[in-house]
Structures are given as structure tokens and as C-alpha cells.
């Protein structure tokens, strides 16, 4: 087959959009990336043929895929990172249900990360096949835990910024330990080196009412070899993660104390790193997910 890989922040989600490539073609088929970028000012690319296109859709390629709509040639399947929902209240997953709500009549089906999507598409759209298929990171991403005297940084969180986000900033650097938000303008290669060196990814969720599993930035966190502490979360039994031993975690009440006391045990976070990563290689790699992935795309054309 001939398959197209769309997604909006190459340099944000392309090893992710790599993990796919790897397997596809390794499968015999033909595939080809497409980065359409951030901008949504023009309509999407005209790069031919396709017998599928599986959208890796963040929040740029949504406002794409809304404004200009699906690529017109091929079957569409769309895998989406974060909760969907029409709760007025949460804003940034509220434009994301308002953007697929849009575009689901053109869609072939939805691969979903969380049972929270999954739960969303049957319920509102359900001639739509649905499926889980996580996050996932290659075992050649997935790099050695720096040494305590390589780690240059604290406490890092990196994401979008809300108005949430915002208080805990502030909570944190009032309170505790030195704590650098970065919200936007780190890409690639640089975003990369950050995480890594850091001795805490943080997780804090957009809003008070999506408390779930924030795979794509809790993964990379692993994989990059840098302890994660995240705020109450949901959903982590599900993929056999145990707080305490894979990660932290703690109401956002409670982050700067339970930063500061992760921060002062330098071996508790190195067990951590390297119990998080073998979970990472055993739940979370595409050789795991390798039939489900092959199977959806087959499928569906």
C-alpha cells in the first residue's frame, strides 16, 4: 500500500510518526511523511496518491483538518494524543471535540491512546471503527539515565499553557524547588537535550477535570531517562504503572514537596529512571503493538 504519515510538529511528534515509518516498512509498504506544519493559512499539500493516510493529529493539523479539511485521496485514520470532550469549561480539549467533531464524517477510523478517546468516538460517532493503540517509543529512543553529575537541570515542565498551569508555576517557585516552566519555542533536538538533563519532568493537567494519562509527554520523559512526577492521574493500572516505583505521584497541592523530597534522594530516582524504562520497552514499544498497528491500516484499506 501506499500510506501517508500527516502530522503538524515534525519536530515534536516525528519520532513518533518515525515509530510507524519503521513498522510499515518494514511490512513492505510504501510510506511517506508529510509535515504540514503549524501555520493554517493555505490548504493541505497536494502530494498525490495514497491508498491510506493515518493522521497524527496535535492541535495544529485539528484547526488544519477543520478550516481545509481531510487529504482528498485515500482512506483516513486518525490517531489522537489527548481527551475529547464538549465541557465547555475545558478549553483546549473542548476546541480539539469541536475540530473532530467536524472532520469525523470523513474519517475511516480512530485509533485512539486512552479508553477515554475510544469512549468519546463510539458514543458520538459510532459507525466509526475505534481501536487503543498507546503512544509509542522505539527501543533505539530510549537512552541511558544521565549520571547525577551530567544533570544540569531541576524540576522542567514542558507543554501548552492554561490558566491552571499558570498557578502551579507559581505554586512551585514559591514554595520550593527551582522549577522552569517552558510553554512553547522548544523543538526538536533542544527539547530533547532539556528533558534529558533534568532531574524531574513534571505533568500537570490542562484542566481540573481531565485527569487522565498524559502518554505522550510521561513516555518521552521515560525514555529520555528522567524521573516523572505528575499529578493525580488516571488510568495508569490500565498499563501496569505503579506509583511509587514507575513515577510520583500527588495531588498539585502537593508537587513542590514531593519534588523537593524526589530531589534530595538522587539513588530513589535512578531505581525510578530504570524501572520506568523497562515498562517503557515491555508495554509501550512498537515490536508490542506491531500487529494491531499492521492490522488497522490493512483493514481499513
Not at 501517508?4 to 513518533?16: E, M, P, S, V, W
Not at 508529510?34 to 493539523?61: C, K, R
Not at 544533570?151 to 524547588?177: C, D, H, N, W, Y
Not at 494519562?213 to 498499563?239: C, I, K, M, N, S
Request: one cysteine or more; proline letters at 4%.
Amino acid at each position: 500500500m501506499k500510506i501517508h504519515i500527516y502530522t503538524d510538529i515534525a519536530n515534536l511528534f516525528g519520532q513518533a510518526c518515525r515509530v510507524w515509518m519503521d513498522v510499515l516498512l518494514d511490512a513492505g509498504h510504501d510510506v511517506e511523511l508529510v509535515d504540514i506544519g503549524m501555520a493554517n493559512d493555505q490548504p493541505l499539500p497536494e502530494v498525490g496518491h495514497s491508498d491510506v493516510n493515518l493522521l497524527v493529529t496535535g492541535i495544529y493539523a485539528f484547526a488544519r483538518f477543520k478550516d481545509w479539511g481531510l487529504p482528498r485521496h485515500g482512506k483516513n485514520i486518525m490517531w489522537m494524543f489527548d481527551p475529547l470532550t464538549r465541557q465547555e469549561d475545558a478549553l483546549m480539549h473542548g476546541y480539539k471535540a469541536t475540530a473532530f467533531d467536524a472532520v469525523a464524517a470523513g474519517l475511516d477510523a480512530v485509533i485512539a491512546m486512552d479508553v477515554s478517546i475510544q469512549q468519546y468516538v463510539q458514543r458520538h460517532h459510532p459507525r466509526l471503527q475505534t481501536l487503543q493503540i498507546p503512544y509509542l517509543i522505539a527501543p533505539k529512543n530510549i537512552h541511558t539515565p544521565m549520571a547525577e553529575s551530567e544533570r544540569s537541570g531541576q524540576v522542567i515542565f514542558m507543554g501548552g499553557r492554561t490558566a491552571r498551569r499558570e498557578v502551579a508555576e507559581v505554586q512551585l517557585k514559591a514554595r520550593g524547588p527551582a522549577a522552569e516552566f517552558t510553554w512553547a519555542g522548544l523543538w526538536g533536538a533542544a527539547r530533547d537535550e532539556k528533558r534529558r538533563r533534568a532531574r524531574i519532568s513534571l505533568n500537570i493537567h490542562a484542566d481540573a477535570i481531565h485527569t487522565y494519562f498524559d502518554q505522550y509527554r510521561t513516555l518521552e520523559a521515560w525514555a529520555a531517562g528522567t524521573p516523572v512526577v505528575t499529578e493525580t492521574t488516571d488510568g495508569l493500572a490500565h498499563w501496569g504503572i505503579v506509583p511509587g516505583t514507575h513515577l510520583v505521584m500527588a495531588d498539585l497541592e502537593d508537587l513542590p514537596e514531593v519534588s523537593i523530597d524526589l530531589l534530595a534522594d538522587a539513588a530513589r530516582r535512578e531505581q525510578m529512571a530504570h524501572a520506568a524504562q523497562e515498562l517503557l520497552r515491555a508495554q509501550f514499544s512498537p515490536q508490542r503493538w506491531r500487529r494491531e498497528m499492521l492490522s488497522v491500516l490493512e483493514n481499513v484499506a
